[in-house]
Nanobody, 124 residues
Framework: QVQLVESGGGLVQAGGSLRLSCAASGRTFSSYVLGWFRQAPEKEREFVGA????????RYADSVKDRFTISRDNNKNTVYLQMNNLKPEDTAVYYC?????????????????WGQGTEVTVSS
C-alpha cells in the first residue's frame, strides 16, 4: 500500500516555472514506478511523464518534452515534476501515481495508487 500526497501547485504566469512534489508513504518506495498525469477542465486525464524505480528511464508526453523534468529521491520517498516555460494549456490538476512494477508505465490504467492532485493554473 502506498499513499501519495502532491504539493506545489499554484498560479503562475505563462513562461514561468513550478515544481510539484509527491511524497509517498511506505518503506518500499524504490520498488515503484512513479507517474505524473494531468486533467484539464472538461478533458480526459492524460499522461505527462513517468520515471523508473531508480530513475534511469524517464518517459514524457510529447506536449511537455523539453519543458518538464521528472526526478525522484528514493531517500526522501519523493518524486518531483519540474515544469518550465509553462503555457496556459498546461493548466490542469496534476496527479502522481504509483505502480509496483519494473516497467515504465505510460497509461493511467496501469497505475494502482493515486494522489489527490494539485492544481496548476497558468495565466496568459
Amino acid at each position: 500500500q502506498v499513499q501519495l500526497v502532491e504539493s506545489g501547485g499554484g498560479l503562475v504566469q505563462a513562461g514561468g516555472s513550478l515544481r510539484l512534489s509527491c511524497a509517498a508513504s511506505g518503506r518500499t518506495f524504490s520498488s515503484y514506478v512513479l507517474g505524473w498525469f494531468r486533467q484539464a477542465p472538461e478533458k480526459e486525464r492524460e499522461f505527462v511523464g513517468a520515471i523508473s524505480r531508480i530513475g534511469h528511464i524517464i518517459r514524457y508526453a510529447d506536449s511537455v518534452k523539453d519543458r518538464f523534468t521528472i526526478s525522484r529521491d528514493n531517500n526522501k520517498n519523493t518524486v518531483y515534476l519540474q515544469m518550465n516555460n509553462l503555457k496556459p494549456e498546461d493548466t490542469a490538476v496534476y496527479y502522481c501515481a504509483a505502480v509496483y512494477t519494473a516497467a515504465v508505465v505510460t497509461t493511467q490504467n496501469g497505475y494502482d495508487y493515486w494522489g489527490q492532485g494539485t492544481e496548476v493554473t497558468v495565466s496568459s
